[in-house]
């Protein structure tokens, strides 16, 4: 498929209620059935970003990804997110990326966010993911992780969209926009960033500054700060190629070995 329809949804994130927050999302979903291909949502978007692991996980059977799986083949749209999960008695901050022919693909976030003390309550994952879907070829990755840019380097093309699922606090909003702009410049890939809004249980305040980017940095799309609401865009891949064709940055950059 040389072009990909994606949304961004940026939203509030009801603290620590799953039901609540598959609620809202249900309706969002419904509103962008035939309008997309892809959903991303926040991190943690049925929690917000909390240590309440034991209290919150979920294996992969269980309600959050159960219906997620049944809302992606019902709406025809691929959702992406991620979500606290329980694995052989540890505990993981999940990605997810559910199709609507019914793949699923998951990535543990690698990278804990230490002031946040996350690495107390889960355990870090170990493994990148790149998902064929559509002709495209997509990296997942999760909030802290966009700090860490060796991690996500894109050797010889192997991603074309880089997404970023987070929980990103108005503080640090600065970092957020300048390193998400960046690892679309040095990737030459397409990066989406979708983070939330709202006050968490922690009373830290988030204002968003969702948006996607081309592989020139340039904003394809992007939603107001401090405010609820859904972005679409579409994103070809033939003049991503032709980019890199043209200016084949990629075959000069240094190899990494993790």
Known sequence: ??????????????????????????????????????????EMFSTGF??????????????????LKQWA??????????????????????????TPEGEEFYYDKRHLFRMGREAEHFSAGDKRLII???GWNICLLVCYDLRFPVWSRNVNNE?????????WPIPRRLAWDTLLRARALENQ??????NRTGTDGYHLEYNGGSKVYSAYGEEVASLPDGQE???????????????REKFPVWKDADEFHL
Not at 73 to 98: D, K
Not at 232 to 242: E, R, V
């Open 1 to 42: 498929m040389e072009s990909i329809r994606i949304s961004i949804v940026q939203t509030d994130i009801v603290w620590e209620n799953k039901q609540e927050n598959l609620r809202l999302l249900h309706e969002k979903l419904q509103s962008l059935r035939g309008t997309t291909e892809i959903v991303v949502l926040p």
């Open 50 to 67: 909390s240590m309440q692991s034991k209290m919150l996980a979920e294996s992969s059977s269980g309600e959050t990804i159960t219906v």
């Open 73 to 98: 083949s019902r709406f025809q749209l691929a959702i992406c997110g991620s979500y606290i999960a329980a694995e052989n008695g540890q505990f993981y901050n999940r990605a997810f990326f559910l």
């Open 132 to 134: 064929p879907y559509h």
């Open 159 to 167: 991603y074309d969209l880089l997404i970023y699922v987070a929980n």
């Open 189 to 194: 890939c397409y990066v989406c960033g979708v």
């Open 229 to 243: 609401g859904i972005a679409t865009t579409t994103l070809n891949l033939a003049s991503l190629n032709q980019f």
